[in-house]
């Protein structure tokens, strides 16, 4: 990429946003947020019981996100965040114009896989159903690029980087 821009990696849970976001970070030479540390402590509570959040329990969520994406302006970054939701995003995109999304893709079957092996992670497999129920995957009008899970981390991570450069292009 040419433009130090600031990536969101987005997708339902366990599509290795947290493996990808900083592979990601370091292939464009600039910092990693975890979206998972911007939660309050009762939104972790609410989906470690096994509880999907609301709206309602994003919104502080999404703008502490936002803030950190602003702050990064012009400067490049990446960091995590499901975005789900078209809403979602948008707010993104209204606190920090500019950011581009990275949507990580896969079958349902490999993601729940990959969850089920992951070790001291709160989101439980049995709200992998909600995570696909709510996604809104990127439109027309959005500025990003969806990315196939399938293979190593390495293999998504140049997907990825490939990707974002047409974008630039």
Not at 7 to 32: E, F
Not at 37 to 48: G, L, Q, R, S, V
């Amino acid at each position: 990429m040419n433009t130090p821009h600031v990536v969101v990696v987005m997708g339902v849970a366990g599509t290795g946003k947290t493996t990808i976001g900083p592979l990601l970070a370091q292939r464009l030479g600039v910092p990693y947020a975890e979206g998972d540390d911007f939660h309050p402590e009762a939104n972790i509570a609410k989906m470690t019981a096994g509880t999907p959040l609301t709206d309602e329990d994003r919104w502080p969520w999404l703008d502490a996100i936002g803030a950190w994406a602003h702050g990064r302006a012009g400067l490049g970054g990446v960091v995590s965040s499901s975005a789900l939701k078209r809403s979602y995003r948008d707010r993104l995109r209204s606190a920090a114009p500019g950011v581009v999304f990275v949507h990580l893709k896969g079958d349902r079957e490999l993601i729940e896989d990959r969850m089920s092996h992951r070790q001291g992670h709160f989101m439980p497999t049995a709200l992998l159903d909600s995570q696909f129920a709510t996604l809104q995957p990127l439109q027309a009008d959005e500025t990003g690029v969806a990315v196939d899970v399938s293979g190593s981390p390495e293999e998504i991570t140049d997907r990825a980087v490939t990707a974002l450069s047409g974008l630039d292009g």
